[in-house]
């Protein structure tokens, strides 16, 4: 049986994702440099014709986050908003349950505890992720939430909420970088 003229007329389809691991480093740069595909991360590629929305952004991290973990912080922040004005994760930012045991530490990914409610996570690309406005929430509170400004504005475009982050903020007495926190979701909320 001869099955070239079959393949010819089915060819396979090219996967929508590709790991950098999956093919050799002349591959991978032919690709790129071809615009077959283009790059969403370090080590994962989007192939050229395909939408690059937020599912596809999780499903591309979803090998690196554990089942107990919340994809949250900057790594969500690039889920749900992508685009220029996020940029993808060098480091997956990976949220556990407080008490629980925490994701290990390694160069491309770091964990912290966080009490969330059921409605501050979302279900993207088969993972979890932080919604938007808890997203937006957590990111205010850290102290570099001055320099992530441009981030702040992008999820407030895909539906974060500044004033439910605020009502969420004040059930949070004394965290660090809420008084920060506070005046720049003022900000954002009288902006938006």
């Given at each position: 049986m001869d099955l070239w003229p079959d393949l010819l007329q089915h060819p396979?389809?090219?996967?929508?994702?590709?790991?950098?691991?999956?093919v050799p480093a002349s591959t991978w740069a032919g690709l790129l440099a071809d615009a077959a595909y283009r790059p969403l991360t370090a080590t994962v590629a989007l192939r050229a014709d395909a939408p690059d929305d937020a599912a596809t952004r999780a499903i591309a991290l979803a090998s690196h986050i554990p089942d107990r973990a919340v994809l949250g912080l900057r790594s969500a922040a690039w889920v749900h908003a992508g685009g220029t004005a996020v940029e993808a994760p060098r480091r997956l930012e990976l949220l556990v349950p407080p008490g629980a045991r925490r994701v290990d530490p390694t160069l491309d990914q770091v964990s912290h505890e966080a009490t969330l409610t059921t409605d501050e996570v979302v279900m993207i690309g088969g993972r979890?992720?932080?919604?938007?406005?808890?997203?937006l929430l957590d990111?205010?509170?850290?102290?570099?939430?001055?320099?992530?400004?441009p981030v702040l504005e992008r999820l407030c475009a895909v539906g974060a909420d500044p004033s439910a982050a605020m009502t969420r903020l004040a059930t949070m007495p004394r965290r660090p970088g809420g008084r920060r926190?506070?005046?720049?979701?003022?900000t954002l909320c009288s902006s938006s």
């Open positions: 396979a389809e090219p996967p929508l994702l590709l790991r950098r691991s999956q979890r992720v932080t919604t938007p406005t808890r997203t990111l205010g509170l850290s102290p570099r939430a001055e320099g992530l400004r926190a506070r005046a720049l979701l003022t």
